[in-house]
């Protein structure tokens, strides 16, 4: 089946730094979707991305779709307290179910003060 | 934004005993609902799409008489665990996409299961 595997599991920066989390799927995706889920929390919407190679941007986040719409990536510069917590993409097959969505491992993000 | 509810938030119950567990969308209707199961530091998995007024479509490995869904109206979902077991045990999030704009998906604050 759709496997969405995300680098690296784990991620613990020093607050300042920057911080980068990739998902890739081994199937063409017609849209993914980005969202964080804080410690005890459920998943918030962040993003979507539908286009070949978009790159959209979110004050400091910056989320970016392949060229081959099999992967993606979500860049956080000068990483702050406030953004612990786990980051998980999310995509559609192309030609899939309308909103079924596939989540990927996630990436938990630890930053020290 | 719109708001999706669940009720219970957390619930203990023995080995053998049957949970419901309720979805609400608040402020807008969905036809489609989504049942995820999430054990600790683990990704979300979907069991089932809940589909108001038809029967649920379930996931490969998911099973339809142990995981009941019934989405009676364009507002509510409901998961029942049949005959609970402590495996069972682990964090039930409902979801409901909004049709229109991004599409984004709408979790409920997710409802934790613990089986003795």
């Known amino acids: 089946g759709q496997q969405v595997m995300q680098i690296p599991q784990y991620q613990h920066v020093q607050e300042g730094e920057d911080f980068t989390t990739y998902c890739n799927s081994s199937?063409?995706?017609?849209?993914i979707q980005w969202y964080k889920q804080r410690p005890g929390g459920h998943p918030v919407f962040l993003i979507q991305?539908?286009?070949?190679?978009e790159v959209k941007k979110q004050k400091r986040l910056t989320f970016q779709f392949g060229e081959a719409k099999k992967n993606s990536s979500l860049h956080i510069t000068a990483t702050q307290t406030t953004d612990v917590g786990t980051y998980f993409c999310?995509?559609?097959?192309?030609?899939?179910?309308?909103?079924?969505?596939?989540f990927g491992t996630g990436t938990l993000l630890a930053v020290q003060p | 934004g719109a708001v999706v509810s669940q009720h219970p938030s957390w619930v203990i119950c023995k080995s053998g005993t049957s949970v419901k567990i309720e979805c609400r969308s608040l402020?807008?209707?969905?036809?489609?609902m989504f049942w995820y199961r999430q054990f600790p530091k683990q990704s979300l998995m979907l069991m089932a799409t809940?589909?108001?007024?038809?029967?649920?479509?379930?996931e490969q490995g998911v099973e339809k008489d142990k995981f009941l869904i019934n989405h009676a109206s364009l507002t509510l979902s409901t998961l029942t665990v049949t005959s609970a077991h402590p495996e069972d045990s682990s964090f039930y999030i409902c979801?409901?996409?909004?049709?229109?704009?991004?599409?984004?998906?709408?979790f409920g604050p997710g409802t934790r299961l613990t089986v003795l």
């Open positions: 979801s409901a996409p909004r049709t229109s704009g991004n599409n984004e998906q709408f």
């Open positions: 199937t063409t995706l017609s849209n």
């Open positions: 991305l539908v286009k070949s190679g």
């Open positions: 999310a995509g559609r097959r192309h030609g899939g179910a309308t909103n079924k969505l596939i």
């Open positions: 402020d807008f209707q969905a036809t489609t």
């Open positions: 809940s589909n108001e007024g038809s029967k649920a479509t379930y």
